[in-house]
């Protein structure tokens, strides 16, 4: 007999232990939380106030959230991959169940009585023989300044009155009456505004300037130069505003890198230096031989993250002393990058979160960050705020990767599959700053002593993969190799964009399964369920089936189905769309039927709200984006040149959550992404007899393919 | 180059002293105060700076301040508070209709603006008021519900 391992701390205990550093009791009748994960939109204050009032037991109005900030908070990196439920959720509950101890037990000694008979009831503590006390008499007194302690058990998930159940956003009353919730309202007024003018394309060397017609301009308090880094400091937002667009007109510049052949991205992906990893191989003996080899190419372009908001920091010095506000989703790797930019200690920096616009990933939030703490040296004292363009916004921010993909698949004579080669060519999907010797901020780049722009790299895929995200297939076939083809230049930035990899990986492993599943003549249903042994994964794919009335849906012309599934990263949520789409002169995404699996469920409505609108969101991706570029310029900078989904476009969406008491929780952020592309692509294929290898699904891929077959 | 211009927000009559060029945007953020007003391109393509002119919406980034002098402009703090809310407020809570929320001001004076001249839209209706927005969250449907579930309250108010 083996003993059992240890218990451990749960999430993100285990690198911020103090349980004084997540909660704190105050006198006044309210609890402080301090969760280091920040909102972006997707709802987490309230999921994680959830979790804390249930532990805890005090009503969620008594709970008062923190801003994360370097200065206090837990660091708990980045708020990204759809991991703050489980890694900050699970903290949280577990600092509450022990803190909840720690009263009791002084609640226990002052009272007389064993804690075992107290009971708490929105922070009033009762005993037997009406004896009572209550966390804000005891607050003084308890010390919660210790460090948390492996093992502490907490409440069985069916004592959990509130989380489990839907709750009200708290953030958004606020934002709909239109208060100053966002950084871009919250530091406006008594501030100087910054702006910074861009060179015309990627890796251009500032040659001249002219500052007269911008010093002409009132209310210009500074233009700043550093290298071939320009921008105005100036009392008003719109003077800075004309002041840049002054600058940006008397510049001259050098010729920058040169771009990626749009027309020919797969070319090009593959004739650049690579470092080729084999990420899973897996081979089984079997008698078969394989009588024949189907092979597939598929690609995506560069789509960028498109927020409506643009991004906005606010930095001041004081000193040697900087502060930045900032919407960015890891403060304390902004705060690293600033100190390797400036030279400085991270000791002397605070980085503080306010709410930005939705955040799908490593957007502009950070450089921005910089840009607004190199001009604010021009005004020490001064509070300076940044707000980007809209072409800035677009043509500037890290984009997410073009990939290309090779899928072979040997099969038997029986149209079976032997052994599966995936083939995947792509810029790392991680160069977010905080994690190098180097920053990876934007105008670190353009610096007098630049930075070097070094190419992206890829997270292990043990912890979820990059580029090679959701690669590994989640079916169950005897031999496969998955190889991973990462460019080691990067004309063009590139970075973590919700799902990474997973989105184009799980549009090819699903369009190859139907193509293989649509020549043997056999139900693409049918044909997944048969090669997947996971049962919760058969359950989502089931009950998308099922719910989407499968295989019975009365068949109308151009109109077609079309099934996609993936568990996130193969470590997260199990995720199962059907797409039904109607092409005609548009591609109609009329309807999506989602089931999803995320474990042990804090908040229903915001599980639906963010698969829904993740599954929006891919439909855009999926249907319309793509960032386009000359060899010098990227040239979809504004919403004509790079459209989303309008209100007119957006499909219905029917959400089936299956929820599991008990089970881990899971985020739910980026599950539907990958499913969503895949069940769109096998739709038109359904529809129209042909399919589309390239994204955006667009008419014109689909008129071609029907002209070619 | 400056200029007095006259004009109402959100009820109140004001006198703005600024260059009659400048974007009403940015007057309306930063001299009076109102940031419920969003930018988002600077060239009327996202609709998350609209306000109602007059009643109709516009694009304030691209109007500029002699275009509205005599006019009446309400933005998302003229059309209600928490103490007094809009419908339209009141239904978008209701249907926790927003993930981020930035587009939320713009989209509120695009359905009022639609509201006011079709107490009874249908789904259709409100998508086609609403392209001129962006949302980037994929919260379009909440928002369309929340949009009817308020035209409906107004329907029942004016009954009452």
Request: glycine share 10%.
């Amino acid at each position: 007999m083996t003993t059992p391992p240890p218990p451990q701390l749960p999430g993100n205990l285990k690198s911020n232990p103090r349980l004084g550093q997540w909660l704190r009791v105050d006198p006044q009748g309210f609890v402080e939380l301090s969760p280091g994960k920040v909102e972006i939109g997707q709802g987490i204050l309230t999921a994680l106030t959830q979790i804390a009032a249930d532990e805890f037991d005090v009503a969620p109005e008594r709970i008062r959230l923190k801003p994360a900030t370097t200065a206090a908070s837990p660091n708990e990196g980045v708020t990204s991959g759809s991991l703050s439920i489980q890694d900050s959720g699970s903290a949280i509950r577990h600092a509450c169940a022990q803190a909840r101890g720690l009263f009791l037990a002084s609640a226990a000694e002052r009272l007389g009585v064993d804690a075992s008979q107290l009971t708490v009831e929105d922070g009033a503590i009762r005993g037997p023989g009406n004896v009572a006390t209550s966390y804000w008499e005891l607050a003084e007194s308890v010390d919660i300044n210790l460090d948390a302690t492996p093992g502490i058990k907490a409440k069985a998930p069916a004592a959990r009155k509130i989380a489990g159940a839907s709750a009200a956003r708290l953030d958004l009353p606020e934002k709909v009456f239109g208060q100053r919730r966002f950084i871009h309202d919250t530091l406006y007024e008594g501030v100087l505004h910054g702006r910074v003018v861009r060179p015309p394309s990627p890796g251009a060397k500032l040659l001249s300037l002219d500052e007269t017609a911008a010093r002409n301009i009132d209310g210009i308090a500074a233009i700043v130069r550093d290298g071939s880094f320009v921008g105005v400091v100036a009392d008003s937002e719109l003077a800075a505003v004309r002041a840049r667009d002054a600058l940006a007109k008397s510049a001259t510049w050098s010729e920058g890198l040169e771009l990626p052949d749009f027309h020919n991205l797969a070319n090009w992906l593959k004739s650049r230096p690579l470092e080729s990893k084999v990420v899973a191989e897996k081979k089984t003996a079997v008698s078969a031989v394989p009588a024949r080899a189907i092979r597939r190419e598929f690609t995506r372009p560069y789509t960028a993250h498109a927020s409506v908001g643009t991004s906005c920091a606010v930095a001041q010095w004081q000193g040697d002393k900087l502060n930045v506000w900032t919407h960015c989703q890891g403060i304390y790797n902004l705060r690293a990058d600033l100190a390797l930019v400036f030279g400085m200690s991270e000791s002397d920096i605070v980085v503080e979160h306010r709410e930005g616009a939705g955040c799908y990933g490593h957007n502009g939030a950070d450089d921005v960050g910089l840009d607004a703490s190199l001009l604010a040296r021009a005004a020490p004292g001064r509070q300076v705020r940044v707000a980007w363009s809209r072409e800035e916004e677009l043509g500037w921010g890290p984009f997410s990767p073009a990939m290309a993909i090779a899928v072979e698949a040997d099969l038997d004579d029986a149209g079976d599959i032997l052994q599966w080669r995936f083939d995947l060519w792509s810029n790392g999907h991680a160069t977010r700053p905080g994690r190098g010797d180097s920053p990876t901020l934007l105008s670190g780049y353009y610096l007098e002593k630049p930075f070097p722009m070094l190419p992206g790299g890829n997270m292990p895929l043990a912890t979820g993969g990059g580029a090679d995200r959701n690669a590994v297939p989640a079916y169950a076939f005897a031999s496969q190799r998955i190889t991973n083809h990462r460019l080691l230049e990067m004309p063009i930035r590139t970075s973590a964009l919700r799902s990474l990899g997973a989105f184009a990986n799980v549009f090819a492993i699903e369009s190859m399964m139907d193509i293989i599943a649509t020549e043997k003549g056999e139900d693409p249903v049918a044909f997944r369920l048969r090669h997947l042994e996971d049962a919760r994964a058969r359950a989502v794919v089931e009950a998308a089936a099922r719910r989407a009335n499968w295989g019975k849906q009365k068949r109308e012309d151009g109109v077609g189905y079309g099934i996609g599934y993936a568990k996130y990263k193969n470590l997260g949520a199990w995720c199962a769309v059907v797409a039904e789409v109607e092409c005609g002169r548009d591609i109609r995404v009329r309807k999506l039927t989602i089931a999803v699996d995320v474990g042990e469920v804090i908040n229903p409505d915001g599980v639906v709200n963010q698969i829904e609108g993740g599954a929006i969101q891919a439909t855009s991706h999926a249907l319309k984006e793509a960032v386009t570029f000359d060899r010098e310029r990227i040239t979809s900078d504004t919403w004509e040149t790079y459209p989303i989904l309008k209100f007119s476009e957006a499909p219905a969406v029917e959400v089936e959550i299956i929820n599991r008491p008990g089970e881990r929780a899971l985020g739910a952020g980026e599950g539907a992404h990958g499913p969503t592309v895949a069940a769109i692509a096998n739709a038109i294929a359904d529809a129209m007899g042909v399919r589309v290898y390239d994204l955006p699904l667009t008419p014109d891929r689909v008129i071609a393919a029907v002209n070619a077959a | 180059m400056s200029d007095t211009i006259q004009l109402t927000v959100n009820g109140g009559s004001r006198s703005i002293n600024c260059d009659p060029s400048s974007p009403l945007l940015y007057v309306l953020r930063e001299q009076c105060g109102l940031t419920g007003t969003h930018f988002g391109c600077g060239l009327n393509q996202c609709g998350a700076c609209f306000v109602l002119v007059d009643g109709q919406p516009l694009a304030s980034c691209d109007t500029p301040m002699w275009s509205v002098a005599g006019k009446s402009v309400v933005t998302v703090e003229g059309l209600g508070s928490p103490g007094k809310p809009h419908p339209l407020q009141t239904a978008l809570i209701e249907e926790q209709a927003l993930q981020c929320g930035y587009c939320i001001s713009g989209i509120q004076i695009s359905a009022a603006a639609l509201l006011e001249k079709n107490p009874d839209p249908t789904d259709k209706d409100v998508r086609e008021a609403l392209d001129g927005n962006l949302c980037r969250c994929g919260a379009h449907n909440r928002i369309v519900r929340a949009v009817r579930r308020a035209a409906e309250a107004m329907r029942e108010g004016a009954k009452a």
